[in-house]
């Protein structure tokens, strides 16, 4: 059984100007100690179906449908009380900019131990003992010292490692990790990749990376998930997604990145136009507008499913064949999306 | 012929002050400390460095928006630190920045015509019955339409935001532009096209870029010479393939190998080097070469004297006492450059105990 | 910490000197009347009066008399001298001071108790049902006048003149009680009317105050940590929202015990300092008002100072600034 199974998960906020679907039919799973990355551009619905999971989009104006199952328990059909004991317990979470996800006012001793009496019975004392260890653990230097700073007293690295430290306080199955690094500089951000992995390693837990980088994604993740506009276009092992990647928005996302790894091209190929508004998405496939390749069929919107013959875990939204997708998407001997001639 | 532009000796630090009744300075943060560089027409010069390195403050420093504390920078030919604020003005139709966050740089009170029209109005480098003509062109030229004249910057996206502030830098027809981190606060897709068009506009109007990023890899992209900075300081500066292929200096090396790499073969093969700690404080860093609390090569010269800026061939400039990548004629050959800080020796030290040159690594 | 108390507290010693460098510039320097002659009565003689000029030191260069003023102020809290009630005008004020601070108490401990609560269920319910009743009720309590306020709440519920209710001590009962119980109760409809626009305005404040912080990234690390929801407004949220509630109390208190309830004490004939304000600038009683002025400006100074160091307290970033 999947440790976390989500199954046609639909988000959608009513706002002023109308109803924005931000999730749009999503399902996915995650194994036990396996690492999935989701990856997409901002207002894709990565965040919303990580936030989604944990119970913390809930609100009046927002209507969830599908199921969310964390070993065989429906987080989304959950009351409060039994969402709130898996939630800083099995599963954890970290987000993007640790300074202001951390509370201003207080010691960061003090909110690594609340994380811990808040799920466990334990007395002071030994929750700032575990919490001391914990900040250890994660490589803050002289933790018994510093776990009596104010969380400005850190720097951006070292909030982080609270961030996670906080996180993995009660031994979660799942981390799911929202943009980790992105608030980070690059030497900073490697150090918390390293340390991402070395925990997930320590502890065996699953972690589910929220992020725009496909850097990040290369040299994290197990298998990938691919958002786009509210929908998954693509999943599949890491590999196949970078080096037989099918949905054309994946082919443009790889393509665009200016890389360190391969000899500069003239231009980099871009994919044309603006994403679309997710309150009146187009019809069918919502890459259609933007994709060079949309013919006819576009109009329908394609099933996420497994194309290619003998791969049933790589599966993919888009209408065109497995034949010509090998063709169409090779520019400059790298993968990219072709521009419209003309 | 005279280069573009000539930074010398550029210094920008900044006084704290603290006291119980009158301030008085008691520190100083070395935001930019003895900077110089050239920039020739048409070139781009990619300057990068973690935050806090100074990059920000070093192009604000260069376009006098904030004042030097000392040096010299010279556009054209003429002195521009510390010219008089009339003169100044009139040179600034000559330099203009694109910021990184377009909202937070347009006025949101006015319509995108204003906001581009207005340079042309208040230097007056159009007729003012053309000057809607002229906008129009311009906006067209970004990869608006003329229909969004009208508009608020609040109507627009990221990425066409970003197209308004770089028509309002075009405005008057510029012959440097300082982008600073033009492209962090957007998408993958709308980065690409937004450097595309940085790119298109270079080659059209013979612009001059100093482009600021965090990202080495947009950076590669546009530039044909790229500055590391670290602290303050530039402790290297090679043609932007070189850079890449053969980083001299330590952190160089270190902020390289921590660009993950959408490749993951590629990813798994490399053996990453990973830069212990923080950066340190721009208030007291560290002595001599600033690297040298968390470079794995450093010895006691390090903290001793400070590396002076020097040629290590292949046209690469740095400030090292242990080049990495440098063959041993290419060593016995470096010699100090002019734009070597004052404080730094005039000369190439020996590393005490010859270190074997590093092979390139991947 | 030590460091900013100290900075802050020096910087409010000098505004003080300031202020009094002020005031005397005002009251002395630009004489309105010759305080001689205004001292020595309607029939004295030139030479009494340069007598009097004599005694007062108004002879002396302007320096000398500023440091004769700045000496009785810092060493015997010496106002001035009230001549048209001849008596100090320090006795005066600290006289009147019991019942200024009697109201203002009650009425911010009142306004606290109800702004306070009204805000978080707004803020937590926003646009329901409760939150709109309660801010066009808020809304009307700010723009209704305290005087009108008070003359309505003695028609209605005064015990002499009330219409509706009369079950509430009314006009100039302070000056009747005797036992603080008394005082109390005749207090109690100055104080509801002193604190509805400060309810009002409380509610509002902290209404939105926690709107905010209630909104900020570490609230959702909070929840994501698995804490009840009401730890997390309590702990989380009201932790930050509560701080510029602590300024803003300071401020009012501060500027109330200044003479600021002035209409409050007028309209119902309470004798407290605003009324004593209020009477002096009537009678153009100079020495009263200056003092009246330094006194204000003592209160104002010293409740921003302990605003200054409970938002130290309260918030620490601002201790490493």
Not at chain 1, 36 to 46: A, D, N, T
Request: proline letters at 7%.
């Amino acid at each position: 059984m999947s440790l976390l199974s989500v199954e046609d998960l639909n988000v959608r906020f009513h706002t002023e100007d109308g109803v924005v679907h931000a999730v749009d039919g999503v399902s996915f799973s995650i194994e036990p100690g396996e690492t999935l990355g989701i990856v997409g551009e901002s207002g894709c619905g990565k965040s919303v179906t990580s936030m989604t999971i944990m119970g913390l989009t809930q609100s009046d104006n927002t209507d969830i449908s599908g199921s969310a199952s964390f070993e065989g328990a429906n987080l989304l059909a959950m009351g409060n009380d039994d969402l709130r004991k898996v939630r800083g317990n099995e599963i954890a979470m970290i987000f993007q900019d640790p300074l202001s996800s951390l509370h201003p006012f207080y010691k960061v001793g003090k909110q690594l131990s609340e994380a811990i009496t808040t799920h466990r019975d334990v007395s002071k004392s030994e929750a700032r003992k575990h919490s001391i260890e914990l900040l250890g653990m994660v490589g803050v230097p002289e933790p018994s010292r510093r776990i009596d700073d104010y969380p400005h007293e850190f720097s951006g690295g070292m909030r982080q490692r609270a961030m996670i430290a906080m996180a993995l306080s009660n031994d979660p199955k799942l981390l799911i990790a929202d943009e980790p690094t992105t608030a980070l500089d690059v030497t900073t951000q490697a150090q918390i990749i390293d340390l991402l992995a070395k925990l997930q390693a320590e502890l065996g837990m699953a972690v589910m990376i929220v992020t725009h980088d496909l850097g990040v994604i290369a040299e994290t993740a197990d298998r990938v998930v691919v958002m786009y506009a509210g929908r998954i276009v693509e999943e599949g092992v890491l590999d196949e997604i970078f080096y037989d990647p099918q949905h054309p928005y994946t082919w443009g996302l790889l393509g665009s990145l200016p890389r360190l790894d391969r000899p500069r091209p003239e231009r980099l190929p871009q994919i044309a136009g603006l994403p679309p508004s997710l309150i009146n998405a187009p019809q069918g496939c919502h890459f259609r507008p933007r994709c060079p390749h949309a013919f006819g069929r576009c109009v329908e919107i394609p099933p996420l499913k497994a194309r290619i013959p003998d791969r049933p875990d790589h599966l993919d939204r888009c209408w065109l064949d497995v034949e010509s997708k090998r063709e169409l998407r090779v520019v400059d001997e790298g993968i990219g999306l072709r521009e419209p001639a003309g | 012929m005279t280069p573009l532009l000539e930074v010398r000796n550029l210094v920008k630090h900044f006084p704290i002050k603290s006291g119980i009744l009158v301030d008085r300075e008691v520190a100083r943060v070395q935001a930019v400390d003895d900077v110089s560089f050239t920039i020739e027409q048409g070139e781009t010069l990619g300057l990068v460095g973690e935050s806090g390195c100074g990059k920000s403050t070093l192009c604000r420093t260069i376009l006098q928006l904030i004042e030097p504390t000392s040096g010299s920078v010279r556009f054209e030919g003429e002195e521009i630190a510390g010219l008089d604020p009339k003169r100044m003005r009139s040179m600034r139709r000559e330099m203009q920045m694109i910021f990184q966050d377009p909202y937070a740089s347009l006025n949101p009170r006015r319509r995108v015509g204003q906001i581009v029209g207005q340079p042309m109005v208040l230097h007056g480098t159009v007729e003012r019955r053309d000057v809607r003509r002229s906008v129009e062109e311009l906006l067209d030229r970004v990869g608006l339409s003329a229909e969004h004249y009208n508009r608020f910057p609040h109507e627009f996206s990221g990425g066409q935001r970003q197209r308004i502030g770089i028509a309002r830098a075009l405005a008057l027809r510029p012959k440097l532009i300082v982008a600073d981190e033009p492209v962090s606060a957007l998408d993958v897709s709308i980065q690409a096209q937004i450097i595309n068009l940085l790119e298109d506009l270079q080659e059209e109007f013979n612009l001059t870029y100093i482009f600021v990023a965090h990202d080495l890899g947009v950076v590669r992209h546009v530039s044909d010479r790229i500055a590391v900075m670290y602290l303050g300081k530039v402790v290297e500066s090679s043609p932007a393939d070189r850079l890449y292929s053969d980083p001299v200096h330590p952190y160089t090396n270190a902020l390289l190998s921590a660009i993950p790499i959408p490749d993951p073969r590629r990813s798994a093969e490399r053996a990453p080097l990973v830069l212990e700690g923080d950066v340190p404080s721009p208030i007291n860093p560290p002595s001599a070469c600033r690297f040298h609390t968390r470079c794995q090569w450093a010895t006691e010269i390090c903290s001793a004297n400070e590396p002076p800026l020097a040629s290590y061939g292949l046209d690469r400039v740095a400030a090292c006492h242990h080049p990495r990548n440098v063959s041993a004629a290419q060593l016995s050959r470096a010699e100090v450059v002019p734009e070597s800080p004052e404080s730094a020796g005039n000369s190439v030290a020996a590393p005490a105990a010859p270190a074997a040159p590093s092979t390139p690594s991947a | 910490m030590r460091r900013y108390i100290a900075r802050r507290i020096l910087w409010g010693i000098a505004l003080l000197f300031i202020t009094s460098a002020v005031v005397f510039v005002i009251f002395f320097v630009f004489p309105t009347a010759d305080p001689a002659a205004l001292r020595a009565g309607r029939s004295a003689t030139p030479e009494q009066i340069e007598l009097i000029r004599k005694s007062l030191g108004l002879d002396q260069p302007i320096y000398v008399q500023f440091w004769y003023f700045m000496r009785d102020l810092v060493l015997h809290l010496d106002l001035g001298y009230s001549y048209q009630s001849n008596i100090d005008v320090s006795t005066l004020i600290i006289d009147r001071l019991p019942a200024t601070i009697w109201l203002v108490t009650g009425a911010s401990i009142l306004w606290l108790a109800i702004g306070i609560p009204v805000g978080i269920i707004a803020a937590l319910r926003p646009r329901s049902f409760l939150d709109r009743v309660t801010m066009v009720t808020t809304l009307t309590l700010i723009s209704a006048p305290v005087f009108w306020l008070g003359l309505v709440a003695l028609y209605l519920f005064s015990d002499d003149v009330g219409s509706l209710l009369p079950i509430f001590p009314g006009i100039g009962s302070y000056l009747d009680a005797t036992t603080p119980l008394e005082k109390a109760g005749s207090m109690l409809l100055p104080w509801i009317v002193l604190a509805s626009a400060s309810a009002a305005i409380y509610a509002r404040y902290m209404r939105s105050s926690l709107m905010d912080s209630m909104s900020e990234d570490y609230i959702r690390t909070a929840r994501a940590k698995g804490l009840p929801e009401k730890t997390v407004v309590r702990r989380h949220g009201m932790r930050s929202a509560i701080t510029p509630i602590v300024t803003l109390l300071g401020l009012d208190i501060g500027t109330l015990l200044a003479g600021n309830a002035i209409l409050t004490e007028t309209v119902f004939n309470i004798p407290g300092v605003g009324r004593l304000l209020a009477s002096s600038i009537e009678r153009s009683d100079l020495p009263v008002i200056q003092g009246l002025v330094l006194f204000g400006a003592f209160f104002i100074i010293v409740f921003n100072l302990i605003v200054d160091i409970a938002y130290a307290y309260l918030d620490p970033r601002v201790r490493y600034q």
